[in-house]
């Protein structure tokens, strides 16, 4: 592999493919039948001269064909035929090599999808066929029941509409199975399925990749472009599902040739990636969440509480409705998962035992390897959890005998509490409580605690230091809850939380449908204006079925929904025009918070990753809103948009220039506004510069007199142009705009 960008050199010089061990900044593209490899060959132009090193791309294996994720895997061998196929990806990967771009994937080793007339499994049908004698029975994790497997399809108008044999298939719906075949039963959807699946998804079905041959099988065809010199990094989905995630990221790392790779590993609040997991880091939530908490004006806390309380009726405790999100996600949906546990940890006796135990789990895993001394930090965990689940329980002794049968207990029992935690989060906390206790929605994100409001600029730093230069850094991706400059807006009201209360009464005065709901609705329709009726309704759908207060995916009420949609259409169409002249007030506020957020992630240590669109503004909700389609090159509509694409466009050239190895150092403001001043240098030859807590600032005079001392040298403003040299007024550094994005005389770098 050729070495990164010297220090002072250009970006990638044309012909040279950025192949460096770690890119310098990754551009992420969702694929889709209507945007693949040669779609993604053309933008090369225009991603060399926004900095990019890397495009990341989601992935590219067989999935099924009219996939607009490419999660659901139906065929490791082949490279995705709606894209182009191999060929394609060949001319893509050498389009992008003659600009200096190399190519990261995201690959899925935790599951695949089950059968459906166009998904083309053949590994799983021929288990459903063969059952244990298939040569591919020890692909899936599958609890057999009597020789026979659990497929949980049939709806209720299965009397109506039953299964029916068709030649070699049985069909039902869209559902197709081998027949003859008595290896396989079709139960109610409403049923655990007899398989490990994706969280609650019963068509993604668990792969046992800690299998050596079924490592082997199912990465073929990714190492083989790793070898190749097509692919230069991985993006490794959901490590959390796998049996033993150290052990696959040594084996991967080991076949890969030790290729950058990140895991898509969520850490919630103090945890941190374990040390001996052998990756560059993570895909990025960890940082995402302490960025906009930067943001954030803890002073906003109790009013944003107390409004959000007073229009709901919930509870304050948010780590009581968590926890109730989590029993509700375990009654729901992961009974059998339940009943599996329960049977390797001790008998029908502990069963509460356990499911007490996972709702009081703070994480998405613990860390024990069986046969292995369990890290002190995971056994604490653990136990502490246990300790908080036997004072609900009352059952001290048992929670504690359970703790231990999960920490050192039988290696698939150690595993299967691990792999059950995972879900339990995913479902009970991600799309379940952030749903219900929302006081300021840009917390309420993927790893995020919604009741801890703002970072301080020294945790930030400290979170910096401590963070590796391979890590992923990212603010918007396919999977947040609502992009960057959304929460950039959203991060404002915490600063007005008196002018907000009083928007959303009147608001709320004029629309009114579900207390449960509608404060979540207005945040949102703020955050994303302008939006749509549809797109709102859209969201709202989801938001209510994940909240499932009153509605669900499993049990959908149509009365409710049908209210949903006439709240929406009226909060748009009568609301809109108050709702617009409040984001137009809070605009300059936000901008500098979007603005600020970003030069952070851009230049902070770890890898920036772009997603799709993002270099301007982007007012997406979560998917499938976020993963619509983006324009090419986009044209600035707004002063935030062009200012937005400078910033991208300086930062990730400059970082192109830098290279890896320039240390973090902080740098502090003095005056009466140094508050609002977060800044740090990387080495001696850049320095970004941002403002927070806007409309503090701008309520107190501004910047007055308060400055920042420069490194020694002198420094350019690559957004400006000026030069700058010793102690700056604030006032005059960011008179252009709220972010100062400086880069040092070459001939001062020693």
């Given at each position: 592999?050729?070495?990164?960008?010297?220090?002072?050199?250009?970006?990638?010089?044309?012909?040279?493919?950025?192949?460096?061990?770690?890119?310098?900044?990754?551009?992420?593209?969702?694929?889709?039948?209507?945007?693949?490899?040669?779609?993604?060959?053309?933008?090369?132009?225009?991603?060399?001269?926004?900095?990019?090193?890397?495009?990341?791309?989601?992935?590219?294996?067989?999935?099924?064909?009219?996939?607009?994720?490419?999660?659901?895997?139906?065929?490791?061998?082949?490279?995705?035929?709606?894209?182009?196929?191999?060929?394609?990806?060949?001319?893509?990967?050498?389009?992008?090599?003659?600009?200096?771009?190399?190519?990261?994937?995201?690959?899925?080793?935790?599951?695949?999808?089950?059968?459906?007339?166009?998904?083309?499994?053949?590994?799983?049908?021929?288990?459903?066929?063969?059952?244990?004698?298939?040569?591919?029975?020890?692909?899936?994790?599958?609890?057999?029941?009597?020789?026979?497997?659990?497929?949980?399809?049939?709806?209720?108008?299965?009397?109506?509409?039953?299964?029916?044999?068709?030649?070699?298939?049985?069909?039902?719906?869209?559902?197709?199975?081998?027949?003859?075949?008595?290896?396989?039963?079709?139960?109610?959807?409403?049923?655990?399925?007899?398989?490990?699946?994706?969280?609650?998804?019963?068509?993604?079905?668990?792969?046992?990749?800690?299998?050596?041959?079924?490592?082997?099988?199912?990465?073929?065809?990714?190492?083989?472009?790793?070898?190749?010199?097509?692919?230069?990094?991985?993006?490794?989905?959901?490590?959390?599902?796998?049996?033993?995630?150290?052990?696959?990221?040594?084996?991967?790392?080991?076949?890969?040739?030790?290729?950058?790779?990140?895991?898509?590993?969520?850490?919630?609040?103090?945890?941190?990636?374990?040390?001996?997991?052998?990756?560059?880091?993570?895909?990025?939530?960890?940082?995402?969440?302490?960025?906009?908490?930067?943001?954030?004006?803890?002073?906003?806390?109790?009013?944003?509480?107390?409004?959000?309380?007073?229009?709901?009726?919930?509870?304050?405790?948010?780590?009581?409705?968590?926890?109730?999100?989590?029993?509700?996600?375990?009654?729901?949906?992961?009974?059998?998962?339940?009943?599996?546990?329960?049977?390797?940890?001790?008998?029908?006796?502990?069963?509460?035992?356990?499911?007490?135990?996972?709702?009081?789990?703070?994480?998405?895993?613990?860390?024990?390897?069986?046969?292995?001394?369990?890290?002190?930090?995971?056994?604490?965990?653990?136990?502490?959890?246990?300790?908080?689940?036997?004072?609900?329980?009352?059952?001290?002794?048992?929670?504690?005998?359970?703790?231990?049968?999960?920490?050192?207990?039988?290696?698939?029992?150690?595993?299967?509490?691990?792999?059950?935690?995972?879900?339990?989060?995913?479902?009970?906390?991600?799309?379940?409580?952030?749903?219900?206790?929302?006081?300021?929605?840009?917390?309420?994100?993927?790893?995020?605690?919604?009741?801890?409001?703002?970072?301080?600029?020294?945790?930030?730093?400290?979170?910096?230091?401590?963070?590796?230069?391979g890590t992923m850094t990212t603010l918007s991706t396919h999977d947040t809850k609502r992009s960057e400059d959304v929460r950039a807006r959203l991060a404002v009201l915490s600063e007005l939380p008196q002018e907000w209360a009083k928007a959303v009464e009147e608001w709320s005065g004029l629309v009114s449908f579900d207390p449960a709901l509608d404060y979540l609705g207005w945040q949102n329709l703020l955050g994303a204006w302008p939006i749509s009726a549809e797109r709102f309704t859209g969201y709202l759908l989801k938001a209510a079925r994940e909240a499932k207060t009153a509605t669900s995916w499993v049990g959908p009420d149509p009365e409710y929904e049908r209210g949903l949609r006439v709240f929406a259409e009226r909060a748009v169409l009568e609301c809109g025009p108050q709702i617009a002249e409040f984001a137009a007030r809070i605009e300059p506020f936000a901008m500098?918070?979007?603005?600020?957020?970003?030069?952070?992630?851009?230049?902070?240590?770890?890898?920036?990753?772009?997603?799709?669109?993002?270099?301007?503004?982007?007012?997406?909700?979560?998917?499938?809103?976020?993963?619509?389609?983006?324009?090419?090159?986009?044209?600035?509509?707004?002063?935030?948009?062009?200012?937005?694409?400078?910033?991208?466009?300086?930062?990730?050239?400059?970082?192109?220039?830098?290279?890896?190895?320039?240390?973090?150092?902080?740098?502090?403001?003095?005056?009466?506004?140094?508050?609002?001043?977060?800044?740090?240098?990387?080495?001696?030859?850049?320095?970004?510069?941002?403002?927070?807590?806007?409309?503090?600032?701008?309520?107190?005079?501004?910047?007055?007199?308060?400055?920042?001392?420069?490194?020694?040298?002198?420094?350019?403003?690559?957004?400006?142009?000026?030069?700058?040299?010793?102690?700056?007024?604030?006032?005059?550094?960011?008179?252009?705009?709220?972010?100062?994005?400086?880069?040092?005389?070459?001939?001062?770098?020693?």
């Open positions: 592999m050729s070495s990164a960008p010297e220090p002072g050199s250009s970006a990638p010089e044309p012909g040279r493919p950025a192949r460096a061990d770690v890119p310098t900044a990754t551009y992420r593209v969702q694929l889709t039948p209507d945007l693949g490899f040669a779609e993604v060959a053309e933008l090369a132009p225009y991603l060399r001269d926004l900095g990019v090193s890397h495009v990341y791309l989601s992935p590219i294996l067989q999935a099924v064909p009219t996939s607009l994720h490419g999660y659901d895997v139906v065929d490791h061998s082949r490279v995705r035929a709606e894209f182009g196929g191999i060929d394609g990806l060949r001319a893509m990967a050498g389009r992008l090599a003659e600009h200096g771009i190399g190519v990261v994937v995201d690959i899925v080793p935790n599951h695949m999808t089950v059968p459906v007339p166009e998904s083309g499994n053949a590994q799983l049908w021929s288990v459903l066929k063969d059952g244990p004698a298939s040569p591919y029975a020890s692909w899936f994790d599958i609890d057999w029941r009597d020789g026979r497997v659990a497929m949980p399809v049939l709806g209720d108008d299965v009397a109506e509409h039953p299964p029916h044999p068709d030649g070699e298939v049985v069909r039902y719906h869209d559902h197709e199975f081998p027949h003859p075949a008595r290896h396989y039963a079709l139960v109610s959807f409403r049923e655990g399925p007899g398989y490990r699946r994706f969280f609650d998804v019963a068509s993604l079905i668990g792969l046992r990749v800690e299998d050596p041959e079924v490592f082997e099988a199912t990465h073929e065809v990714i190492l083989s472009l790793v070898d190749e010199g097509i692919v230069h990094g991985l993006r490794v989905d959901h490590p959390d599902g796998l049996a033993d995630p150290r052990g696959y990221l040594r084996r991967l790392a080991e076949r890969s040739g030790g290729v950058w790779t990140v895991a898509e590993k969520i850490l919630v609040g103090p945890e941190r990636l374990p040390a001996d997991w052998p990756c560059a880091g993570t895909t990025g939530y960890d940082t995402l969440n302490r960025i906009t908490g930067l943001f954030v004006d803890p002073e906003g806390k109790g009013p944003l509480v107390e409004l959000f309380l007073r229009l709901t009726g919930m509870p304050e405790d948010y780590a009581a409705v968590a926890y109730e999100s989590k029993r509700h996600a375990i009654d729901l949906f992961f009974g059998a998962e339940i009943d599996r546990l329960t049977a390797l940890v001790g008998g029908p006796g502990v069963r509460e035992a356990v499911v007490e135990l996972l709702a009081a789990m703070p994480v998405y895993r613990a860390y024990a390897v069986p046969g292995e001394p369990v890290p002190a930090e995971s056994a604490e965990l653990v136990r502490a959890a246990a300790g908080a689940a036997a004072a609900r329980l009352g059952d001290e002794r048992g929670l504690a005998e359970v703790a231990e049968r999960v920490l050192y207990g039988t290696p698939e029992a150690v595993v299967r509490f691990q792999q059950t935690c995972g879900p339990v989060m995913a479902k009970g906390v991600e799309d379940t409580a952030l749903y219900r206790w929302y006081p300021l929605a840009c917390l309420n994100e993927v790893g995020g605690e919604p009741d801890r409001f703002g970072v301080t600029p020294e945790r930030f730093h400290a979170h910096c230091a401590a963070l590796p230069q500098t918070v979007s603005l600020g957020q970003k030069i952070v992630q851009l230049m902070m240590p770890g890898v920036p990753d772009v997603y799709q669109g993002n270099e301007v503004t982007d007012f997406s909700l979560v998917d499938p809103d976020n993963r619509r389609p983006v324009r090419y090159p986009p044209e600035p509509a707004s002063e935030w948009d062009a200012a937005k694409l400078l910033l991208t466009r300086g930062a990730l050239n400059l970082r192109a220039r830098l290279g890896h190895g320039r240390p973090y150092v902080p740098l502090f403001a003095e005056g009466s506004a140094a508050e609002h001043a977060f800044a740090f240098a990387r080495g001696e030859r850049a320095v970004a510069v941002a403002t927070r807590l806007p409309v503090r600032l701008a309520r107190s005079g501004g910047w007055g007199s308060t400055t920042l001392a420069l490194p020694r040298g002198r420094w350019q403003d690559l957004l400006t142009g000026c030069v700058h040299t010793g102690r700056v007024p604030l006032a005059h550094l960011l008179a252009r705009y709220p972010v100062a994005l400086l880069e040092g005389d070459v001939a001062d770098d020693v």
